[in-house]
């Protein structure tokens, strides 16, 4: 079965920084592109970033560019999303999810269908 | 970046009723668009992609049609369990992913 487990969410103050993990289970995970949807209390869903399954390329939403990294261990079957210079509008829960039905970095998901339970991150002083 | 907009807001249905569910793009996105389904306090399930395929294990009572700017996700007949918010989400101008601000459909 596939599967992905976030964890790494928290209570952060105001340009804090923190570190986010999804391990992935079940299927061949070098061969994904993955990608960090993230979720404010109530509202939406957000695209936030995504990383080959090289690790080679990545992309990420304006609203975060420049204060969070994406990176990935193959050998781990890990994803990682480190978020420095945390605002309170970053406050949500964050998830990792997996491409379907096929993987293509260059033109995007056509849709996900495996995600994870999702990790909190409050930014709050 | 193209802008999603799901209507109505909020759909008031009892079971066994259609459910008609709108996404419109502010510019084409050809075929590229999924929907999802999200409980509280669940993560999201994709339900169709590519506007009209369904997602493995969804039941046939949920289809999707539409193309260019214009987009439905139709429910033929409302199971208990399909109260929840829905999403549609477009890939054509990548990056970024965007999605639509979703659509909640409630029993009446």
């Known amino acids: 079965e596939m599967e992905l487990l976030e964890s790494g969410g928290g209570l952060v103050q105001p340009g804090g920084s923190r570190r986010l993990s999804c391990a992935a289970s079940g299927f061949t995970f070098d061969s994904y592109a993955m990608t960090w949807v993230r979720q404010a209390p109530g509202k939406g869903l957000e695209w936030v970033s995504v990383i080959s399954g090289s690790g080679s390329g990545t992309y990420y939403a304006d609203s975060v560019k420049g204060r969070f990294t994406i990176s990935r261990d193959n050998s781990m079957k890990t994803v990682y999303l480190q978020m420095n210079s945390l605002r309170a509008e970053d406050t949500a829960v964050y998830y990792c999810?997996?491409?379907?039905?096929?993987?293509?970095?260059?033109?995007?998901?056509?849709?996900?269908?495996?995600w994870g339970q999702g990790t909190t991150v409050t930014v709050s002083s | 970046e193209i802008v999603l907009t799901q209507s109505p807001a909020t759909l008031s249905l009892s079971p066994g009723e259609r459910a008609t569910l709108s996404c419109r793009a502010s510019q084409s996105v050809g075929s590229y668009l999924a929907w999802y389904q999200q409980k509280p306090g669940q993560s999201p399930r994709l339900l169709i992609y590519?506007?009209?395929n369904r997602a493995i294990g969804i039941p046939p009572r949920f289809s999707g049609s539409g193309s260019g700017t214009d987009f439905t996700l139709t429910i033929s007949s409302l199971e208990p369990e399909d109260f929840a918010v829905y999403y549609c989400q477009q890939r054509s101008n990548w990056p970024p992913l965007t999605f639509g601000g979703g659509t909640k459909v409630e029993m009446k």
């Open positions: 999810a997996k491409p379907f039905p096929y993987s293509d970095f260059w033109r995007g998901p056509v849709g996900m269908d495996v």
């Open positions: 590519d506007t009209s």
